[in-house]
Every structure is written in C-alpha cells, then in structure tokens.
C-alpha cells in the first residue's frame, strides 16, 4: 500500500500526559498538511509543511502542540500535556509538487486514516 | 467563521435515487474546490474536485456543479448505492494558502436499498 500512513491508528491517554503521532506521506510528495477532526464535523487545518520547513500553522495549534518533519519525509505531531478537548481524530494528508504543465492541481491532498486520540 | 457552509446536514436517499449536497462560500479567493468522501474510522478520500474555469465536472456517478456568481457548487451523486452510504465533505483552497483546504461541516448521507 503506497497511501499515507499514520501511527498508531487510536491512542488512550490520561489528561497531563504527552503523545506523538507519526505520518508517512506518500513517497516524493513534498507537502504535508496535519488536521484535526472532531465529532460530526470537518476536519480543520493545523499546520503546513513544504519538505522540511514548517510554513504554516493555525492558531488552533497552541503551544502545547508541535510538529516536526525532519528531513522532509516523515512527520510527527507532539502534544504535551494533553486535555480533554485534545480527544478527536488527527489526519495527515500529503500532496505532490505542482505540475502545471499538465494541468495537475497542486491542491490534491490525500488523507491517510487518522490517528484517534481519547484522553480521559 | 466556518468559510464553507454545507447542506443538508443529512440525508436519505433510496438506492437509485440522486443525492444532492450544496455548498456555499464567501472568499472569492477561493480556486480548488474538492469533494471528500469519508467512511466511519477512516480518513477522507478525494472523490472530485473543480477549478472555477468550468461549471461542470462529471466522473461516473459523481458531478459537481459550480455556480462562480453565486458563490455555490454542489455534489449530485446519480443511481445512488448502499454503498455510497458516507459522510461527504465539500471543502476549498485559495492558491496563496499553501493549499490548506476549509471544509464543510459535511452531510451525512443514508441510501436504503
């Protein structure tokens, strides 16, 4: 399977403690994107990264929260003492570089299956 | 501020029937405009999507239809499937965004056989 990756797929914590997610994007795409999702509603943007560098994030990301994509492959999504309004789904998705050439949209973001964080 | 506003919330369809989902939004900035489809427990996954530059895009049962002066596109998803059954997310991207997507709330669809 050549789609994004995301470990572990569900997480159980107790509030006040820290948690990493991991996401593998898809091979040779350079832009990863992390969001979140709670229940009964869409996903909502946290943070952007092109390779290595970290280009964008929301203010929903507090300082409790950081993201790192070293070397521009694999991403990890940190979460220091955790509350429970942290409980919800956590999407990785990953796009290619653009073609325009082609007419390839830039904008194609594939969604691996999310990690489920509950804090308790 | 949800910037993407969708409807219905939810909605029952019979299996060959046609369900329509609407979108509306407000930053004219906005230039990609997909269709993600999501099971229970599962991530998205992009269905369809459309550039401004046309009003219609159509892949087997699946068209979207953009209205640019209103400001609305919509999903109508023909000879409906039990399988279809889903929730589905309308979203948009502005080219100066990094291609970060706001979503709809989504909509729930149930087609009973």
């Known amino acids: 399977d050549t789609g994004v990756s995301q470990n572990p797929r569900h997480k159980i914590t107790k509030r006040g403690q820290n948690v990493t997610f991991r996401c593998d994007p898809i091979?040779?795409?350079?832009?990863l994107y992390w969001y979140r999702q709670t229940l009964g509603q869409g996903p909502e943007f946290l943070t952007y990264?092109?390779?290595?560098?970290?280009?964008?994030k929301s203010r929903l990301l507090s300082d409790r929260f950081s993201a790192e994509r070293p070397k521009g492959s694999f991403s990890t999504l940190e979460i220091q003492r955790t509350e429970q309004g942290d409980s919800a789904m956590y999407l990785c998705?990953?796009?290619?570089?653009?073609?325009?050439?082609?007419?390839?949209?830039?904008?194609?973001?594939?969604f691996g299956p999310g990690t489920r964080l509950t804090v308790t | 501020q949800q910037q993407v506003k969708q409807s219905p919330q939810s909605l029952i369809v019979q299996k060959g029937g046609i369900s329509i989902i609407n979108c509306a939004y407000e930053?004219?900035?906005?230039?990609?405009f997909p269709w993600y489809q999501q099971f229970p427990g599962k991530g998205p996954a992009l269905l369809i999507a459309?550039?401004?530059?046309?009003s219609e895009k159509k892949e087997g049962r699946f068209t979207i239809s953009f209205n640019k002066s209103a400001k609305q596109f919509s999903l109508h998803i023909m000879d409906s499937q039990p399988g279809d059954s889903a929730t589905y997310f309308c979203?948009?991207?502005?080219?100066?965004?990094?291609?970060?997507?706001?979503f709809g709330a989504g909509t729930q669809v149930v087609v009973t056989p």
């Open positions: 998705a990953s796009s290619p570089p653009p073609d325009r050439g082609a007419r390839k949209w830039a904008y194609e973001q594939y």
């Open positions: 091979s040779e795409h350079n832009r």
């Open positions: 990264f092109q390779n290595e560098a970290q280009l964008e």
């Open positions: 930053n004219t900035a906005f230039d990609y």
């Open positions: 459309i550039r401004p530059d046309v």
């Open positions: 979203a948009a991207s502005k080219d100066d965004s990094w291609g970060k997507l706001q």
